[in-house]
């Protein structure tokens, strides 16, 4: 069953001679519990595609439907719901609140949906992300991987449709970025989760399902690596 359908997706910045397409008629299908890497040089279009199935940035064309929900038939009111219950995000550069402390960067995206905390899925978390210990520390007392590590258990924790990664491994080194891999992945076998991740490192292309690669704003490759695990 597909979860996103993205049909002729067009992106464009500016006007007239400084017009950039930055999207230019994207289309593709993501089953439910697929794990897929977004590949292409800078400048491609991949954060934008990322940005705009997360709800974060309108496309100029086109359609995304998210559990057959058109995403941008919806007001900014709506939008905004959507992205704290359909879409967990995770960014490079963590965008942890600094005058939080662990637990309460994870579940930001639930109070801000007065929604009561789910305490058991939470001490799942901490656990799973090996940060029971650290729950109360401030962001500038953890290291980059630790940090990355909340980011990850802020977007799991509302239990979203898809988690979107924008290179979630750019600032740390091989072995931190493999254990945030190896986490997104546990979290695609756990909890069912549809991932979709960009990055620019080929190794860890090639630990998901499918790598979609894209160039001037246009897929030019989408290839199945490994059959889904059941």
Known sequence: ??????????????????EVRALD????SVEKG????????????????LHI?????????????????DVYAQNEDQLAV?????????Y????????????????LPVLMDDSPVNEERLAELLKTLGLTKKKNKLPNQLSGGQQQRVSIGRALMNAPAVVLADEPTGNLDSKNSQEIVELLKLSNR?????????THDESIA?????????????IVRDDRVRGRQS
Do not use: C
């Open 206 to 218: 090639l630990q998901a399902d499918r790598i979609i690669a894209i160039e001037d704003g246009r």
């Open 53 to 69: 199935l997360g709800g974060v940035d309108r496309p100029t064309d086109g359609k995304v439907y998210v559990n057959d929900q």
């Open 190 to 198: 756990n909890y069912g989760q549809t991932i979709i991740i960009i």
């Open 1 to 18: 069953m597909a979860i996103i359908k993205v049909e002729n997706l067009t992106k464009i910045y500016g006007s007239g001679s400084n």
């Open 25 to 28: 008629g994207v289309s593709f």
């Open 34 to 49: 697929e794990f897929i890497a977004i590949i292409g040089p800078s400048g491609s279009g991949k954060s934008t595609l």
């Open 82 to 90: 959507f992205r704290r219950r359909q879409v967990g995000l995770i």
């Open 92 to 107: 490079q550069f963590y965008n942890l609140i600094p005058v939080l402390n662990v637990v309460e960067n994870i579940t």
